[in-house]
């Protein structure tokens, strides 16, 4: 049977991990123990990576350790520093969160936080400005398109700039 997690588009990613990209299995391994329970499938998961993945023998026994010795989320994701990075961080772990069939309250609030963080360090400007593969679907880019109308006058991507960093502000100052 196929691993489900290639369906995850990261094309050819990972033909050479970086270091980002590292610490970006490290915290989806991490993402793992969240719950306090490591089920069959989840372990699976962990074996499959490690068997289809280009790691060095170091990043295997590092990350075989991870398996055994439950890490912290946060602080392996704050060493996920390309955006590209987060994104595939976020894709797989939105689908391992319900591998079990259960997104328990401990996940949600690991997940929580981790979207936290990534807000807090995202760099809008360069994420606007690079090729992030991200893309709208027709709902969004029409909900999008009006929202832009309302922006007021100025050059277009200035006044997106200002929007996006003013709902950037809004959401890190929420409790």
């Not at 998961?45 to 912290?72: G, N, S, W, Y």
Request: charged share 25%; proline share 4%; hydrophobic share 45%.
């Amino acid at each position: 049977m196929a691993a489900w997690w290639k369906e995850i588009r990261v094309s050819s990613l990972f033909n050479q991990l970086t270091q980002s990209q590292f610490f970006m299995w490290r915290t989806v391994f991490a993402l793992v123990h969240a719950d306090g329970v490591v089920t069959r499938e989840e372990l699976q998961f962990m074996v499959d990576v490690l068997d289809d993945m280009p790691f060095t023998q170091h990043q295997r026994d590092v990350l075989k350790e991870d398996i055994a010795i439950p890490q912290d989320p946060a602080a392996m994701f704050q060493n996920v520093t390309e955006a590209r990075d987060q994104a595939t961080f976020f894709q797989f772990a939105h689908a391992l969160v319900w591998i079990d069939g259960d997104y328990g309250t401990e996940e949600q609030d690991v997940m929580l936080r981790l979207k936290q963080l990534h807000i807090q360090s995202a760099d809008l400007d360069t994420l606007l400005e690079s090729d992030t593969g991200l893309e709208l679907d027709v709902p969004q880019k029409q909900r999008f398109q009006n929202l832009r109308k309302d922006i007021p006058d100025g050059p277009k991507p200035e006044r997106l700039h200002a929007l996006l960093h003013s709902f950037k502000a809004r959401f890190l100052t929420q409790e």
